[in-house]
Antibody
Framework: QVQLQESGPGLVNPSQTLSLTCTVS??????????WSWIRQPAGKGLEYIGR???????NYNPSLKSRVTISVDTSKNQFSLKLSSVTAADTAVYYC??????????????WGQGTLVTVSS | QSVLTQPPSVSGAPGQRVTISCTGS?????????VHWYQQLPGTAPKLLIF???NRPSGVPDRFSGSKSGTSASLAITGLQAEDEADYYC????????????FGGGTKLTVL
């Protein structure tokens, strides 16, 4: 069973860059028809799609965050990463990484990490 | 403001049936894109509940069912149990701009 684990600083200064890594275990990040995605959830609020990457390097980002987001993949480490620049308090949230299954018929968020809280504050 | 609209809350007594709606538009659900549902128990990560409008992953009880029609989708839960108390999110794809995945605002289910 695949497992995903987010890691990175829990506190980021305003105007700085938030950096998180998702480590995938129980399977190769390069195998199968999967996208690898980041989603966030501010406290007490709903889920917000941030973006995704395919192992070919193809990316897709939420238009509302696109100018500040970069998602990359390191197949040698079985990891993918998120960078969000120029952060403000509004970026404080629990950040989830997820594996997105493309079955050919449907594309859906199949497995989720446990999430990591990132607070933007000085 | 979420692209997909869900009621903030629904409630029901044990054993009852509840439904949660998810309303989109012509650029997402109405364009034929599939709807998926996720259950988020308190303090945990979301979990896939329904994929492809009406399909249950293995391990999900058949008390949970999904449907889609026009620009909307619905999640139905029958035989309500205390353990069903959670937040529920719908998710689809929106074709505007370059296209991107979208979530509903979430619905809090309270079992009375």
């Amino acid at each position: 069973q695949v497992q995903l684990q987010e890691s990175g600083p829990g506190l980021v200064n305003p105007s700085q860059t938030l950096s998180l890594t998702c480590t995938v275990s129980g399977g190769s990040i390069s195998s199968g028809n999967y996208y690898w995605s980041w989603i966030r959830q501010p406290a007490g609020k709903g889920l917000e799609y941030i973006g995704r990457i395919y192992t070919s390097g193809s990316t897709n980002y939420n238009p509302s965050l696109k100018s500040r987001v970069t998602i990359s993949v390191d197949t040698s480490k079985n990891q993918f990463s998120l960078k969000l620049s120029s952060v403000t308090a509004a970026d404080t949230a629990v950040y989830y990484c997820a594996r997105v299954c493309d079955s050919g018929d449907y594309v859906y968020f199949e497995h989720w990490g446990q999430g990591t809280l990132v607070t933007v504050s000085s | 403001q979420s692209v997909l609209t869900q009621p903030p809350s629904v409630s029901g007594a044990p054993g009852q049936r509840v439904t949660i709606s998810c309303t989109g538009s012509s650029s997402n659900i109405g364009a034929g894109f599939d709807v998926h549902w996720y259950q988020q128990l308190p303090g945990t990560a979301p979990k896939l509940l329904i994929f492809g409008n009406s399909n249950r992953p293995s391990g999900v009880p058949d008390r949970f069912s999904g449907s889609k029609s026009g620009t909307s989708a619905s999640l139905a839960i029958t035989g309500l149990q205390a353990e069903d108390e959670a937040d529920y999110y719908c998710q689809s794809y929106d074709s505007r701009l370059s296209g991107f995945w979208v979530f509903g605002g979430g619905t809090k289910l309270t079992v009375l």
